[in-house]
């Protein structure tokens, strides 16, 4: 099956500056890239996808990019706020098939 | 319109008990999973139901058993718990178009003693 690895496992930045977190997969079959952030309790909830006939995603703060070749994928957040602070994690998917990365623990400091 | 919800939230079982997490979607979604996320592991797949009447081994399936009752629920067995099977389990659904966005229950927290 799909084997998705994510780094890194935590990351520390002030607030203002970016973050980037980086995920690869192992099947190349996979064509769709969902990021969740969850929040300490709460449930993983969707704050961006990339589909694999695309390169570059934007939303506001948040851009995704993939590179189908190296079969490895990035979430960036600028302009980081306290509020971003959670836990992220990254996914890939085949058919109904989805397995997701170990997670990164973002931590912005005020 | 509640999403995915699943219960029980919190639940203690000692250590050969069964039980049955349960799980209903009202989006009118075809796919349906059963997730558990434990500390630094992620989320890991145990089982998934690509349309109703269908059920597939994830990747962490021994211990657990799942049902698909109808297009709404999906249930998830756990016939004799032991405590590696200590987690929070996420149940949930996706439209299964292209895309495949998964929206996630509340979550469950299950101890076994």
């Known amino acids: 099956g799909e084997n998705v690895e994510q780094h890194p496992s935590t990351l520390s930045v002030q607030e203002g500056d970016s973050a980037v977190i980086k995920c690869t997969y192992s099947?190349?079959?996979?064509?769709?890239f969902p990021w969740y952030k969850q929040e300490l309790g709460k449930r993983p909830q969707l704050i961006i996808d990339?589909?694999?006939?695309?390169g570059e995603k934007k939303d506001q703060r948040i851009a995704v990019t993939l590179n189908k070749t190296a079969k490895h994928f990035s979430l960036h957040i600028t302009e980081t706020q306290p509020e971003d602070s959670a836990v992220y994690f990254c996914?890939?998917?085949?058919?109904?098939?989805?397995?997701f990365g170990a997670g990164t623990r973002l931590t912005v400091k005020p | 319109n509640a999403g995915v919800t699943q219960t029980p939230k919190f639940q203690v079982l000692k250590t050969g008990q069964s039980m049955t997490l349960q799980c209903a979607q009202d989006?009118?979604?075809?796919?349906m999973y059963w997730y558990r996320q434990d500390p630094g592991m992620g989320l890991r797949l145990i089982y998934y139901?690509?349309?109703?009447?269908?059920?597939d081994k994830g990747e962490v399936p021994n211990g657990y058993n799942v049902s698909r009752l109808n297009k709404r629920e999906f249930s998830l067995r756990l016939e004799s718990a032991a405590p590696s099977q200590t987690s929070v389990y996420f149940c949930?659904?996706?439209?299964?178009?292209?895309?495949?966005?998964?929206?996630f229950g509340e979550g469950s927290w299950l101890t076994v003693v």
């Open positions: 996914a890939a998917s085949k058919n109904n098939d989805m397995r």
């Open positions: 990339i589909r694999s006939n695309v």
């Open positions: 949930a659904s996706s439209a299964q178009v292209s895309g495949n966005t998964i929206y």
């Open positions: 989006m009118n979604h075809n796919s």
């Open positions: 099947d190349s079959a996979s064509n769709y």
């Open positions: 139901s690509a349309s109703e009447g269908t059920t």
